[in-house]
């Protein structure tokens, strides 16, 4: 396995499955689309980050960490899943929640995502500024070393490009695994799907799949940057990632497809084709999606569908990334709808 060098904690029920969503691909008459499960993780709700939090507590239990510092928006779902992964592994977390989104109701600070974060008895710092990647990690690092002061062992999940992408391995295995279950299906798969964020998971997607010799593209739609700026990102966190399991140079820039159109207005803010997403989703497939990715990244594959971009004959595998308990924080979702 390619990511077997790798210290790794077991926190995911995996494989996650491949559904097939029947209904919804007859209703847009378009290609054969399946979902790949992950957010059946299983984790606190389950989503995309148990896997990627595999590797990086599994580094911080290897260098007996007791206490784990992360930083993420109010209803972070990344935020939400460490502090699961540390109640389950016995460590001490503390957590930082920046200010991303403005004007939202009192139903996003205190429901979904902020509400398990308290029941799971995390502490909770705030970080005012929601889009200063670098000065999130710096605050994480000055409370670690006062912990480290006060006698604690602490570990850093940082949030910025700039360190090593332990948690892309979850997604390179996630690649393996995705290609033992297309044969086992009989799928010949066109392309894949996902929301685009941290660049985490199309980057150890993409690393892992041309490592194994696959050359499926995968469409990445933006949650929270531009194009221009997500390409940059992922591509430099693939090539890590790619040097990290010893295959150098199997991601080109050719393989990193971005798009941006269903970003606007913003991170964490809905839009007319975000809310025909998830009513869609929901009322065909009984599939709940999330305002901030999934719903986006589902917004874009309807999008391409309806543009011709898929031939009906093709079969479309989207990367359901989780995030369901955001749902609570949108109250204005169904007033919308």
């Not at 077991?10 to 979902?35: C, M, Q, V």
């Not at 007996?64 to 977390?93: C, F, P, W, Y």
Request: net charge negative; hydrophobic share 40%.
């Amino acid at each position: 396995m390619l990511t077997d060098q790798y210290p790794r904690v077991d926190l995911s029920h995996t494989p996650t499955p491949l559904d097939s969503l029947n209904n919804l691909s007859e209703e847009l008459d378009g290609p054969r689309i399946w979902a790949k499960r992950d957010d059946c993780t299983g984790l606190a709700m389950g989503g995309n980050k148990a896997r990627q939090l595999e590797f990086y507590l599994g580094d911080a239990v290897a260098k007996g960490a007791d206490t784990i510092l992360t930083t993420g928006a109010v209803q972070s779902n990344h935020v939400r899943m460490t502090i699961a992964a540390t109640r389950k592994l016995g460590l001490e977390v503390e957590v930082q929640l920046e200010e991303r989104v403005a004007g939202r109701r009192q139903e996003y600070y205190d429901s979904g995502n902020p509400f398990l974060m308290k029941m799971m008895d995390a502490k909770i710092h705030r970080y005012p500024i929601g889009e200063d990647e670098e000065g999130a990690d710096r605050a994480l690092y000055d409370r670690a070393e006062e912990i480290r002061k006060e006698g604690g062992n602490p570990y850093v999940i940082p949030l910025s490009g700039n360190h090593v992408p332990y948690g892309a391995l979850g997604y390179v295995k996630c690649a393996e695994e995705l290609l033992e279950q297309f044969p086992q299906l009989s799928l010949r798969v066109d392309a894949i799907v996902l929301a685009t964020g941290s660049g985490m998971t199309q980057a150890g997607l993409l690393a892992g799949l041309r490592a194994l010799g696959s050359g499926i593209p995968v469409y990445g739609f933006c949650v929270r940057r531009d194009q221009t700026a997500q390409a940059g990102r992922v591509f430099d966190k693939a090539q890590k990632v790619a040097e990290m399991i010893d295959c150098q140079g199997v991601v080109t820039q050719g393989d990193v497809w971005v798009d941006d159109r269903m970003l606007g207005p913003g991170y964490g803010q809905l839009n007319a084709e975000l809310l025909e997403a998830i009513r869609l989703t929901a009322r065909y497939e009984g599939m709940l999606l999330d305002p901030t990715y999934s719903g986006k990244s589902m917004a874009g594959l309807i999008h391409l569908v309806a543009s011709g971009h898929f031939r009906r004959d093709q079969t479309v595998v989207f990367l359901h990334t989780g995030g369901t308990p955001a749902l609570f924080g949108y109250p204005e979702i169904l007033e919308l709808q």
